[in-house]
């Protein structure tokens, strides 16, 4: 008696309850064990595609780098998983610093039965690993089958009703069941915690989606560097389909690992890796063959020669088309707790942009500050309070500012106010960012000091981070001076062009579709953006802006072409709202900023060819590091533009912009034969055009060249691009 008290007080609570989900449980498991036993298997073509993602603005997402591979595999339970790789192409879009960490992901998973669920895990092109072990807290390798015999040490289980799920693009009807993980584990394991969907007459596996995560007491032992940048847990959706022979494989498989920095609240990166499998079908059951039955029967992993892996046609897919079809929201209830809609308020140290604590640039010199993002989640659902404040060191002044966002639906609204520095530059691309203006290079921003605060409404129109987007605000715009004569770099640092000064109440309505076709992602289509600004007070001015960007893949060219086009209409207009053209802007092979008017147009076209070599991601040791391929890329461009002016109250704006230096000394320069200063930029009734020749790293991302402007007396020009500028 004493003996069975002792074991009731010591019993963990039940894995399953009622009864009868228990039983479906023993019957799954029993189906589960009895496809692990039976000889066979299966073999498909299995086309996959990673993606190294880039989200920013809380609402844009994209593939910074993109690969497919296409490969003929062999799975049986008595000879292993046999994978010959045929195909594989990628498509690099900008310099993939998320590249460089250290994390291990899924590429394919042979099978969703046994003791054990393996996967294939796989670093990079050409790096793949398989094994039993769990080294430190990394993207697994083997996880603990939910209907593993020893399940209930690891896992507690509800549910176990019908539902119709929407599973691979079809209404699917199946049995439920929600896995939770045993949280008190003495040794760490890894363990799957989500939806279990089973077919409703075999009750075997239909699906898996949720996550896969490390449980229970980490390894002792110091940690390696590696280890404390790589995350515990990566997002699943494990699909299967039934053969003809009734046997289950396959069908398609998604792995993602997603940022959890502070910066994260729908900013960051991830790592999507999507599988699908075509044209499977049974193997041959050889007479006396015997299933082991083990986790790992092991893996052998062969690929074409070189050559034919890049001359590859037999694509099933177009490049990207896998990672539009899902987006991250899919995961949002499995997502990281700081990535939650729900909970406690949670406070960051970071805010929207690194531009807000750390920037370096003409004006300010080095700024440092702090930033904080609370979500006051389940305090106040949708509401979030933001504020920055840093010191501009070579200027020696205080910005920073705050405000209240407030999320429902599809709606954001927000208000807020502050001291910023403003950029001036018009005609700029979808990412551009100019917080590092002044660390390289002579910096290719113009700024101005703006005070105010408003009242923004912005609605998402769909997932691909379309917006429709109205704010009203009262500004005080104020010029200013360059303070930092030199870059980090020791460039000799532009002078910054005069703004005009005074109050103003700014009416802003924005109008932006499919925003992640750019020059930044690797993404095909057509995006647009059409903008409306309406200034009354000291400032008065209408400003209507459009811009047009098409990214079009022609294997193993890239077609990238954008079109803006932009009107201001005032009788003096500001000196800021002008439209600027040359150089850096829009127009290479002429002088920075040589253009300026109230109405322009510009137009860029650029056709790349990755070059065949160096594109290969170099692996730093034996402990997982690797820093991105260089892939460099060859690239012609050609651009043509106008910016003109309407009235005498444009020709007396552009002048007002400044006068004209030289960009190495500094010095004014003059008419040979008056004397007097030359305009820092003219206005003009024709056309100008110029072409350029680049060879690109990192898909184009990092560029050096020459650009030439197409017009008598011109030179040709030495090019360094960063960030895909043209």
């Known amino acids: 008696m004493l003996g069975i008290l002792l074991a009731l007080q010591t019993a963990g609570p039940a894995a399953c309850a009622p009864a009868a989900l228990c039983r479906l449980l023993d019957s799954a498991a029993a189906t589960n064990r009895a496809m692990m036993l039976t000889p066979g298997g299966y073999r498909a073509v299995v086309e996959t595609e990673t993606a190294t993602l880039g989200r920013v603005e809380g609402r844009v997402e994209g593939a910074t780098l993109l690969e497919q591979t296409s490969s003929t595999v062999s799975w049986s339970p008595d000879g292993g998983f046999a994978q010959h790789v045929v195909g594989s192409r990628s498509f690099p879009n900008a310099i993939p610093l998320s590249r460089i960490a250290f994390l291990r992901i899924g590429w394919v998973a042979p099978t969703l039965s046994g003791e054990r669920l393996p996967l294939i895990a796989r670093n990079a092109p050409g790096e793949t690993r398989f094994s039993e072990t769990l080294s430190g807290p ?85 940690m390696s560097l590696t280890n404390l940048f790589e995350p515990r847990e990566t997002l699943v959706d494990l699909v299967n389909q039934r053969l003809a022979d009734g046997t289950w494989v396959p069908r398609t498989q998604r792995f993602e690992i997603e940022s959890t920095s502070s910066r994260a609240w729908g900013y960051g990166n991830a790592r999507r890796v999507i599988s699908r499998y075509h044209d499977a079908e049974p193997l041959p059951r050889r007479p006396g063959a015997l299933a082991i039955g083990s986790t790992t029967t092991g893996y052998s992993l062969t690929t074409a020669p070189r050559d034919s892996l890049r001359h590859y046609r037999g694509w099933r897919t177009h490049a990207g088309e896998m990672t539009k079809s899902v987006a991250g929201a899919d995961f949002s209830r499995y997502r990281a707790n700081i990535l939650q809609p729900t909970g406690r308020p949670d406070l960051h140290r970071q805010g929207y942009d690194p531009g807000e604590f750390l920037r370096v640039n003409k004006v300010e010199g080095i700024f440092t500050g702090a930033s904080l993002l609370l979500r006051l989640r389940d305090a106040a659902p949708g509401v979030a309070l933001h504020a920055t404040g840093g010191y501009a060191w070579s200027e020696k002044a205080v910005r920073g500012g705050g405000g209240v966002t407030w999320e429902t639906g599809p709606w954001q609204v927000e208000a807020a106010g502050g001291r910023t520095i403003a950029v001036t530059n018009k005609f700029r691309n979808q990412f551009d ?34 917006i429709a987007q109205v704010e009203v605000a009262g500004m005080e715009d104020r010029p200013l001076v360059r303070h930092m004569e030199r870059s980090l770099a020791q460039w000799r640092l532009r002078e910054n062009r005069n703004s005009a000064e005074g109050n103003y109440v700014r009416t802003r309505a924005v109008l932006e579709l499919n925003p992640a076709v750019s020059p930044v992602y690797a993404q095909d289509g057509i995006g647009f953006r059409g903008e409306f600004e309406y200034g009354s007070g000291d400032l008065d001015y209408t400003r209507v802006e459009a811009r047009v960007a098409v990214r079009k893949s022609l294997t193993p060219f890239i077609f990238i072409g954008r079109i803006h086009a932009g009107a201001v209409f005032a009788d ?125 790293f990192f898909g184009d991302a990092l560029a050096v060249g020459f650009a030439r402007a197409l017009e008598p007396g011109r030179k040709t020009t030495f090019i360094f691009a960063f960030g895909r500028q043209f």
């Open 138 to 222: 990394l993207a697994p390798d083997i996880v603990v089958h939910p209907l593993a015999s020893d399940r209930e040490t690891y896992y507690r289980f509800s549910g176990g009703l019908p539902v119709s799920r929407s599973i691979d693009g079809a209404e699917r009807s199946v049995i439920s069941i929600e896995v939770t993980p045993v949280a008190t584990l003495t040794r760490e394991e890894t363990l799957f915690e989500g939806e279990m969907d089973l077919d409703p007459e075999s009750h075997a596996v239909v699906r898996l989606f949720g996550r896969f995560k490390a449980v229970g007491r980490p390894k002792r032992g110091m």
């Open 572 to 696: 003096h207009p500001p000196p800021q709202q002008l439209f600027e053209l040359g150089g850096p802007v829009g127009l290479p092979g002429y002088d920075y900023k040589e253009f300026a008017g109230d109405r322009a147009l510009l137009f860029r076209a650029r056709i790349s060819y990755p070059l065949p070599m160096l594109d290969t991601p170099i692996r730093i040791g034996g402990g997982g590091l690797t820093l991105p391929s260089l892939s460099p890329a060859i690239s012609f461009g050609w651009q043509t533009g106008i910016a003109d002016v309407r009235n005498a109250g444009g020709t007396a704006a552009v002048r007002a912009l400044g006068d004209k230096r030289d960009e190495k000394t500094g010095e004014l320069i003059t008419d040979p034969l008056t004397g007097d200063p030359l305009p820092a930029a003219v206005p003009t009734d024709e056309f100008h055009h110029s072409v350029d020749i680049r060879i690109g």
């Open 433 to 466: 960012n100019p917080v590092l203006g002044a660390l390289v290079g002579r910096d290719s921003w113009d700024y101005l000091d703006r005070v105010g605060g408003g009242l923004g409404v912005t609605r998402r129109l769909d997932q691909s981070g379309s």
